[in-house]
């Protein structure tokens, strides 16, 4: 009778370790369903729950085979609680980088990040307690461990996604030697320019070149620069697709 009585223990806890799995898969995926959280994941929380569940079931069991208290088996566990610091490092970190994943919205589903130093580039698909599935520009799968997020460089390009613009930054080599103050003569020539006169008007705020000073135009500092700058600004402005 009493191997009976263990038996049907043991199978209880089983069935309520199933069951509590079944109702977090459950949750989880309500969670996703809802429109405003469909780019947030909780599989990370969802899966310290599960093991939570399964080492509870793992409590009960041992008690209900050794026929002790629960508490009695718990109390048993701090002897070996450096081994578990062990067994469970990795989950630990993984548990600590997910928090600070989602609590800082740094890494969301669907955002398309890059990590030179893993030669990766694509979109998240996946976000759980151990690892985030990456699916690459080619199509490929790669898996990192979400602890890497915390201590490797990546670049998340959702940002600039999400805004329909991107930022872009270039160089344009100048030699030094033709940078020059603007005189009379160079200013009333380039006012007939279509395309220059705009900025440079801006440039003289309502004065007139053939009425000023040289010295005025080197006080404020107005050189052939300047005005290159303002010109190549305003056509920027001006192009279609440029904000």
């Not at 069935?15 to 996703?32: A, G, Q, R, W």
């Not at 580039?121 to 307690?129: F, K, N, P, W």
């Not at 520009?137 to 600039?160: C, G, H």
């Not at 620069?225 to 904000?243: I, K, P, V």
Request: hydrophobic content about 45%; proline content about 2%; aromatic content about 8%.
């Amino acid at each position: 009778m009493t191997a009976i009585n263990t038996i049907c223990g043991i199978l209880f806890f089983i069935f309520m370790s199933v069951f509590f799995n079944e109702m977090l898969d459950i949750v989880n995926s309500s969670y996703l369903r809802k429109t405003k959280r469909k780019n947030h994941s909780i599989k990370g929380y969802i899966q310290i729950g599960k093991i939570l569940v399964h080492i509870l079931a793992a409590i009960m069991i041992l008690a209900v085979m050794s026929n002790k208290s629960p508490i009695i088996i718990i109390s048993s566990l701090g002897a070996v609680a450096a081994v578990l610091m062990i067994v469970f490092q990795h989950t630990l970190l993984s548990l600590v980088a997910n928090v600070q994943l989602s609590s800082n919205d740094v890494l969301q589903l669907g955002d398309w990040i890059e990590m030179p130093d893993k030669n990766l580039s694509g979109e998240v698909t996946d976000i759980a307690l151990h690892t985030i599935t990456i699916r690459n520009w080619d199509n490929t799968i790669s898996r990192i461990p979400t602890k890497n997020f915390l201590t490797e460089t990546y670049t998340n390009w959702q940002a600039m996604f999400s805004s329909g613009a991107r930022r872009i930054m270039r160089s344009i080599a100048i030699d030094q030697h033709s940078v020059r103050f603007l005189d009379q003569e160079m200013l009333s020539s380039m006012l007939t320019i279509r395309g220059v006169s705009e900025p440079l008007a801006t440039l003289l705020d309502g004065r007139d070149p053939g009425g000023v000073a040289d010295r005025w135009f080197v006080d404020n500092g107005l050189t052939n620069l300047t005005l290159f700058r303002h010109l190549s600004d305003a056509l920027s402005r001006r192009a279609a697709g440029y904000y």
